[in-house]
């Protein structure tokens, strides 16, 4: 649908930037900055909930640079050899399908709805 397709147009879109390095082999562990552009704690949250899923995840976190700008700072850090940018790409794919998900839900129960005032031969919306 429209809506599938903005929301993949979307999430293509982000920018990132790595301001910090990828792995720290000499300290055992691994973290990343992200900056994402044109976002709000909508996304921030989301996806701070969807990495620390994740039991390789040490620590997540994010900040909004100014109330005015939009743009998140999201920080990984990871334990072991697992570097931050996988807990990242992996919490993007699963907020998607979890949005995906609702969606279908949601337009199901739109249609069984119209389909019940249908058969009962009232108006829909």
């Given amino acids: 649908t429209e809506e599938d397709q903005e ?11 790595m301001t910090e390095g990828e792995r720290k082999t000499a300290w055992k562990w ?3 900055l992200e900056q994402i552009d044109t976002e709000y704690h909508t996304l921030g949250n989301s996806l701070h909930y969807m990495i620390m899923k994740n039991p390789e995840v040490e620590f997540c976190g994010y900040t909004m640079t ?8 999201l920080r990984i850090q990871t334990g072991g050899t697992l570097p931050a940018v996988e807990p990242f790409q992996r919490g993007l794919n699963e907020l998607m399908n979890v949005c995906k998900h609702v969606l279908d839900r949601f337009e199901a129960s739109i249609k069984d709805y119209k389909d019940q005032k ?8």
Avoid: Y
């Avoid at 100014?66 to 700072?73: A, E, L, Q, R, T």
């Fill in 7 to 17: 929301l993949e147009r979307k999430i293509s879109g982000l920018k990132t930037s």
């Fill in 66 to 73: 100014h109330p005015s700008d939009s743009k998140i700072n």
């Fill in 118 to 125: 249908a058969s009962r031969n009232e108006s829909t919306f």
């Fill in 30 to 32: 691994s973290r990343q």
